[in-house]
């Protein structure tokens, strides 16, 4: 089973505000995680940073998740009038109808 998710339009704010602190999107903004902050110059730019961080699966044993941002799949469009961008997303559940990824190898070993 295939499935997939098309953004057209959607806009960001800051966590835990309320909706007068929303960001444009081709707006300058700064992002903390683990006290490391990055600053993006707008919205591709974030969504660029979000690929190259999960170009490897992410394996949260926590959570029993696996995470990852198909590198192929990665496009990247700009004329005039617009800029986008698209790129597939891969996840599962341990225990979840998936692709079966050797967690060491990274290699997929079962469908």
């Known amino acids: 089973m295939n499935r997939g998710m098309l953004i057209c339009s959607f806009s960001l704010k800051?966590?835990?505000k309320n909706d007068e602190n929303l960001i444009c999107l081709n707006d300058?903004?700064?992002c903390?995680?683990?006290n490391n902050t990055k600053i993006y110059e707008n919205?591709?730019?974030m969504l660029d940073g979000f690929c190259k961080h999960y170009k490897s699966y992410s394996d949260d044993e926590d959570l029993q998740k696996m995470f990852l941002v198909d590198n192929k799949s990665i496009k990247?469009?700009?004329d005039e009038?617009?800029?986008s961008m698209s790129?597939?997303?891969c996840s599962g559940s341990y225990g979840i109808e998936a692709e079966m990824t050797d967690r060491n190898t990274k290699k997929i070993n079962y469908r």
Do not use: D, G, H, M
């Open 32 to 34: 903390k995680v683990n």
């Open 76 to 78: 990247k469009y700009n």
């Open 43 to 45: 919205i591709i730019s």
């Open 81 to 83: 009038t617009s800029n």
């Open 28 to 30: 300058v903004y700064e």
């Open 14 to 16: 800051k966590r835990y």
């Open 87 to 89: 790129f597939i997303i």
